[in-house]
């Protein structure tokens, strides 16, 4: 603790390496999730699929038996906003499902989120889906060009409100956090503007930046089985998240292939591999 503050692990070079090697094992088994969730298919067939891929790249589980957690990825159906269990629920046409997930190569973590709109999509939970990831990649940049860990909210807080539309709403309740040497780590990464400007950034930071938004309130519960959480209101939610290192030559998105270069373009930011 540093003057009341959780201390903010930095990682050298070699070690936000590893991570990266643990997010491109994650993106895959993200892939084949996305790719599985089709109707008819049951959320615990997902995990499988999932779990399949991590164990085949020798990576290990970060959500399993995380606090008792009993499955590989957080499976979370439309209302259900975040910790979702895979079951015996079957997809739907229709359904939103956030898929998250997290992998451990050599004691270094990664974690990333996607959502998929399973069969038909509603035009509504589109625009929620997109406006989400969309939210997620400008916070991205607010790290890459920012000061403040809290930029990041800034930005994302800003983008969401201005979008054009009936309102989305930004949950407060679950933020982003760092990531390295375990899944949860300091500092908080708010998805919303506050007057609190956080740490400050600097190289060998390493966070999960993952804004969750909903088509109504923000207000949730926590279900019988202590996990998941849904909206009160019963409206349709959404996650999307990936894990980001900041160098000294720049930034790196750890659970995309290309490290972000194809999304983050648009606003004029080029990442730049890990130095050796």
Known sequence: MAFGQPRIEYKSNQQMRKMHEAGLVLSRALDAAVAAAKPGVSTRELDAVFATVLNDAGAKSNFLGYHGFPATICASVNEEV???IPGDRVLQDGDIISIDGGAIVDGWHSDSARTVIVGTADPEDQRLSDVTEEAMWRGIAALAK???VGD????????????PGKPLGILEDYVGHGIGSEMHMAPDVLNYRTGHRGPKIRPGLCLAIEPMLVRGG?????LEDDWTVVTTDGQRSCQWEHSV?????????LSAPDGGAERLAQFGVT?????A
């Open 82 to 84: 975040v910790h979702g």
């Open 245 to 253: 290192a900041v160098h000294e030559k720049g930034i790196w998105v």
């Open 152 to 163: 990041i909210g800034n930005a994302i807080d800003d983008y969401v409100s201005a979008v």
């Open 271 to 275: 990442p730049v591999p890990i130095p």
């Open 146 to 148: 920012g000061k403040f």
């Open 218 to 222: 923000i207000e949730t519960a926590t």
